[in-house]
């Protein structure tokens, strides 16, 4: 919390935690008196028996943070929430659930010929709807953070994502690339860029690897 008003604020944060049908599974409430400044709050919940996140069975939840100053409702926050295990082993290769699962996946870039970079999200996901009948069940993003509607789409068509932030470090790469390219400023920028990229999507369940290059 955040309190820029110069005086303290009583305070009230509560999260709730919706199932798939937007029904409320449990609801969490913390009061505290905010001095000016910033301070964290941290609430626990548990969420029993939870169907879990598959590529074939996407169940997604939803956590819902409520902040209220003096009673009246001044921010909100919907966190995207899937519940699913996964383990890697030299035995098993890789476990979904507890369930082996063979990684049938493709590496794509986010921008399309029509619309470059700037690709609106009905092309996003016709793409992964032809992807999904192909039998694709992964996809390596290549190579930086994709837009937010990316990990949304996948988390509700049930894509596993080895989400991959830089294309190279230190040096940019001949062949037609361009000869400014973030290479340039790894060195600068590679730790903050990393933080905000792990941050902003961490709580997607799609995500099941991570990858710097």
Not at 24 to 42: F, H, I, R
Not at 126 to 143: D, Q, S, Y
Not at 160 to 179: H, I, P, R, S, T
Request: charged share 25%; hydrophobic share 35%.
């Amino acid at each position: 919390l955040c309190n820029e008003t110069g005086s303290p604020a009583s305070i009230v944060v509560k999260n709730i935690v919706r199932d798939p049908a937007g029904e409320t599974l449990s609801k969490t409430s913390m009061e505290t008196l905010a001095a000016p400044g910033s301070c964290c709050v941290e609430t626990t919940q548990t969420v029993k028996t939870p169907s879990l996140w598959s590529p074939e069975s996407p169940a997604m939840y939803s956590l819902v943070t409520e902040v209220y100053r003096d009673g009246v409702l001044v921010d909100d926050y919907h966190t995207p929430l899937g519940f699913r295990t996964l383990e890697f082993s030299a035995e098993d290769g890789f476990k979904l659930n507890g369930e082996k699962m063979l990684i049938k996946g493709i590496c794509m870039h986010q921008d399309d010929e029509p619309a470059g970079i700037a690709v609106y999200p009905d092309m996003l996901r016709r793409r992964l709807k032809i992807l999904k009948e192909m039998g694709c069940n992964a996809i390596r993003t290549t190579h930086h953070a994709f837009s937010p509607e990316f990990y949304d789409l996948c988390d509700e068509m049930g894509f596993l994502v080895m989400d991959e932030l830089f294309d190279g470090w230190f040096q940019w790469k001949g062949n037609g690339k361009a000869a400014y390219d973030y290479g340039y400023y790894f060195l600068d920028w590679w730790e903050q860029d990393l933080t905000e990229f792990i941050k902003r999507d961490r709580n997607h369940p799609c995500i099941f690897m991570w990858s710097m290059g």
